[in-house]
């Protein structure tokens, strides 16, 4: 196949497929998971077993008992996929967190080599995976009392904004929402947080073209560093990745 026509085809949204039996991670490949997050009490409790102390006295803190059922949930899930690639118990492995909050494996459970990032929201939850390559990963469930311009207007680089505004007003929602799941996957890509602010950066929007990272101020190549994809989680939601170099293929588990 010629390049140009591969990079279309390996652009487009991939189906989310049962994983196979002897699930392998190349290092040309990036692995996202789709979950849900509602379990039986039965499901629940086996999840809660394989977490550390940590975590439970997190799971009691939420003031909601379904954001603690959600929590227990995306941590078990986590502890069980990335379990498949390392060959170990999901109760074995240990997470250290980065000081903007990102988490990632000790050395002795494969840190050295296992990249990973997680969101969840509302019932679903995703999970990236890859061999040493840094990852991020946004869902956002569309909320429709949310007030968009505005939130737009705050936190939106001044292209985007002008982007966003040219739309049709039937298209500007949708626009919404794929601009913060990219911009928001990017930021944990990098891992630092919100101490880059979303104005700084610029991300493509509009609805039907392809995910892009358009620029990002002050390092003129930071841009061509990373790859952006759109990711299609289900209705009612929107999700964006970005991987770490342009070498990379996606490959969708359920």
Same mark, same amino acid.
């Given at each position: 196949?010629?390049?140009?026509?591969?990079?279309?085809?390996?652009?487009?949204?991939?189906?989310?497929?049962?994983?196979?039996?002897?699930?392998?991670?190349?290092?040309?490949?990036?692995?996202?998971?789709?979950?849900?997050?509602?379990?039986?009490?039965?499901?629940?409790?086996?999840?809660?077993?394989?977490?550390?102390?940590?975590?439970?006295?997190? *799971?009691?803190? $939420?003031?909601? &008992?379904?954001?603690?059922?959600?929590?227990? =949930?995306?941590?078990?899930? /986590?502890? !069980?996929?990335?379990?498949?690639?390392?060959?170990?118990?999901?109760?074995?492995?240990?997470?250290?967190?980065?000081?903007?909050?990102?988490?990632?494996?000790?050395?002795?459970?494969?840190?050295?080599?296992?990249?990973?990032?997680?969101?969840?929201?509302?019932?679903?939850?995703?999970?990236?995976?890859?061999?040493?390559?840094?990852?991020?990963?946004?869902?956002?469930?569309?909320?429709?009392?949310?007030?968009?311009?505005?939130? *737009?207007?705050? $936190?939106?680089? &001044?292209?985007?904004?002008?982007?966003?505004? =040219?739309?049709?007003?039937? /298209?500007? !929602?949708?626009?919404?929402?794929?601009?913060?799941?990219?911009?928001?996957?990017?930021?944990?890509?990098?891992?630092?947080?919100?101490?880059?602010?979303?104005?700084?950066?610029?991300?493509?929007?509009?609805?039907?073209?392809?995910?892009?990272?358009?620029?990002?101020?002050?390092?003129?190549?930071?841009?061509?560093?990373?790859?952006?994809?759109?990711?299609?989680?289900?209705?009612?939601?929107?999700?964006?990745?970005?991987?770490?170099?342009?070498?990379?293929?996606?490959?969708?588990?359920?």
């Amino acid at each position: 196949m010629p390049a140009n026509l591969n990079a279309q085809a390996d652009s487009a949204v991939q189906p989310w497929r049962e994983p196979p039996a002897n699930l392998g991670l190349g290092a040309d490949e990036v692995h996202v998971w789709r979950a849900s997050l509602n379990h039986s009490h039965h499901r629940l409790q086996h999840l809660h077993g394989t977490l550390v102390s940590e975590e439970w006295d997190r *799971a009691v803190r $939420f003031h909601f &008992e379904r954001d603690g059922r959600h929590y227990i =949930a995306a941590r078990g899930l /986590l502890r !069980e996929i990335l379990s498949r690639y390392l060959k170990l118990s999901p109760g074995s492995l240990r997470f250290k967190y980065t000081s903007y909050g990102k988490p990632y494996l000790t050395d002795e459970c494969g840190g050295e080599w296992l990249r990973f990032n997680v969101s969840h929201s509302g019932e679903l939850a995703l999970y990236a995976i890859s061999r040493q390559r840094e990852l991020g990963v946004d869902i956002e469930q569309v909320r429709t009392n949310i007030e968009h311009r505005q939130i *737009a207007s705050a $936190f939106f680089s &001044e292209h985007e904004i002008k982007l966003l505004g =040219a739309l049709p007003e039937h /298209l500007q !929602e949708e626009a919404f929402f794929l601009c913060w799941t990219r911009k928001e996957a990017y930021i944990k890509g990098i891992g630092e947080g919100l101490s880059l602010p979303l104005h700084s950066f610029d991300v493509s929007l509009t609805p039907g073209s392809p995910a892009s990272l358009l620029a990002v101020r002050g390092d003129v190549q930071e841009a061509r560093r990373w790859t952006l994809r759109s990711l299609e989680p289900g209705p009612g939601y929107f999700a964006a990745l970005v991987g770490e170099g342009r070498d990379w293929h996606l490959k969708c588990w359920q």
